[in-house]
């Protein structure tokens, strides 16, 4: 994916959201969860990966323990400056509603099957341990997120 859909969707004379454009943290690893009141309440998962953060929405609050699988719908692929974005996106615009960092860090990816399967640790202030998103089965972009059991 690029941000061509990104910026698609969006009316950047209206919105205060950040502009698309390709960039790369420090650190490269960048991990955030958004809390987005939309017409529905839900959590947008963010990775950085390639100069974008790869994205995924939650209608469900993230799981903090193992044992809580969550779905996780695919999004577009969101810039690099939409991490720690907070603000209001108008009444009328794609996303409406208020969006607020929900938690913020770093990732380290452990294993990875590329477009269908994410095995990661999380370091961020809510959210810490190993993570899972695998790719439903016959879905484009339904996937599951779960914390992993660090029993062996
Ligand atoms: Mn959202």
Known sequence: MSLKEYQN???????????????YST???????QEHHASRLHWD???E???????WALPKEPPREPGIRRLAVRTE?????????????????????????????HYYQLESKPGTEII????GEKLSGIYCLIKMKKDEKNW???KKSTSV
């Not at 650190?27 to 969860?33: A, C, K, L, Q, T």
């Open 9 to 23: 969707r969006r009316n950047f004379s209206r919105s205060p959201e950040p502009p698309a454009r390709e960039q």
């Open 27 to 33: 650190e490269g690893n960048i991990y955030s969860i």
């Open 45 to 47: 998962l963010r990775l």
């Open 49 to 55: 990966k390639d100069g974008v953060l790869l994205s």
């Open 77 to 105: 692929d969101h810039p690099l400056d939409y991490a720690f974005f907070e603000g209001e996106i108008p009444a009328g615009g794609y996303g409406a509603g208020t969006v607020r960092v929900w938690d913020r860090g």
């Open 120 to 123: 990661f640790r999380i370091e």
């Open 144 to 146: 599951l997120f779960f």
